[in-house]
């Protein structure tokens, strides 16, 4: 309310889309919360929604700085636990744990003081000190059997702590009571819970690309062995083919003739048509005989005429 109207609009617009990607595309996200912040750097939700984006693309030098300032414009202290948890991201978890025990905390409302705890525990795991982590997270909340915004998180970490302890009974149980209460699949407890027992997803995309691939490699193979198969019956076929064209050698001036037996001939060879050269010194004969016949014709005819 405290910028003109078209400059209000257009740093609104920015602000929406920081909501809408910080998420997904938190850089891009980020570079949408820094054209906000260009344009009205002294509006506290600005400031907010920078630190925001800057926390969620681990700038936590930069996003520690614009909590800060935006609690300073609004002397609200909501933002506390997440200034805390920027102190772990710069590798300060005695800050953090530090800021657990200020008077600010006992302002927060249940959620906040819930995250507090969290961001309190983180630190104690960054120092070392599983066992005082565990300690932490033990609270009402925990132990609480109505299921709230913060319950799935409270028990995640509860469970996540004691497997890093070694506990890991007592971590089965905890990941199964954060599953009831993760309705929304906010944590990967049911990953964990498989992990714990040993059991292993399968992407049913990745089973069906493998058996495709298989069905591929059969049906090729399948290819092959009938191309194998074709060209055997063809080799087959013609050989069956040669061996009905018997090969025959005879003379075709002799009246008697017999064709050559079946073992004198190889049936896998063409049919060879074998030239008598008799049988052309014959034929040479009767062409010459036939000259002299129709010669001897020629002449008697002339003789006749005379």
């Known amino acids: 309310m405290s910028l003109p109207k078209g400059l209000a609009e257009e740093v609104s617009r920015n602000l929406v889309m920081v909501a809408r990607l910080i998420d997904e595309d938190p850089e891009q996200s980020y570079a949408y919360a820094r054209i906000a912040l260009r344009l009205a750097s002294r509006v506290a939700a600005v400031r907010e929604a920078a630190g925001f984006a800057a926390y969620a693309t681990q700038k936590y030098s930069e996003a ?13 202290v909501e933002l506390w636990p997440v200034m805390a948890d920027c102190e772990r991201g710069l590798g300060r ?52 059997s109505s299921v709230q915004p913060w319950t799935a998180r409270l028990r995640y970490a509860y469970a996540d702590a004691l497997l890093a302890a070694g506990r ?72 069956a083919e040669r061996a009905g064209d018997q090969a025959e050698y005879y003379d075709e001036d002799d009246d008697e003739y017999e064709p050559v ?20 010194d014959r034929d040479e004969r009767d062409d010459r005989d036939e000259r002299d016949d129709r010669d001897e014709r020629d002449e008697r005819d002339d003789r006749d005429n005379v």
């Open 261 to 280: 037996e079946d073992s004198d001939v190889d049936v896998t060879d063409e049919i060879v048509v074998i030239e008598d050269d008799e049988r052309d």
């Open 93 to 144: 978890p005695e800050r953090a744990l530090a800021m657990a025990g200020e008077p600010e905390v006992q302002k927060l409302d249940k959620a906040g003081q819930v995250e507090m705890r969290l961001v309190a525990a983180g630190a104690r795991r960054d120092m070392g000190e599983l066992d005082a982590a565990i300690v932490t997270l033990q609270s009402p909340e925990l132990a609480s």
């Open 64 to 76: 520690l700085a614009e909590f800060r300032a935006a609690k300073r414009m609004t002397g609200s």
């Open 168 to 239: 890991e009974d007592e971590a089965r149980e905890w990941f199964a009571k954060t599953l009831e209460a993760d309705k929304d699949g906010a944590t990967d407890a049911s990953d964990r819970l498989a992990e714990i027992d040993g059991v292993e997803f399968v992407d049913a995309a990745t089973l069906a690309d493998e058996a495709h691939e298989d069905s591929d490699a059969d049906f090729d193979d399948e290819g092959d062995d009938e191309d194998e198969d074709d060209d055997q019956d063809e080799a087959e076929v013609a050989a």
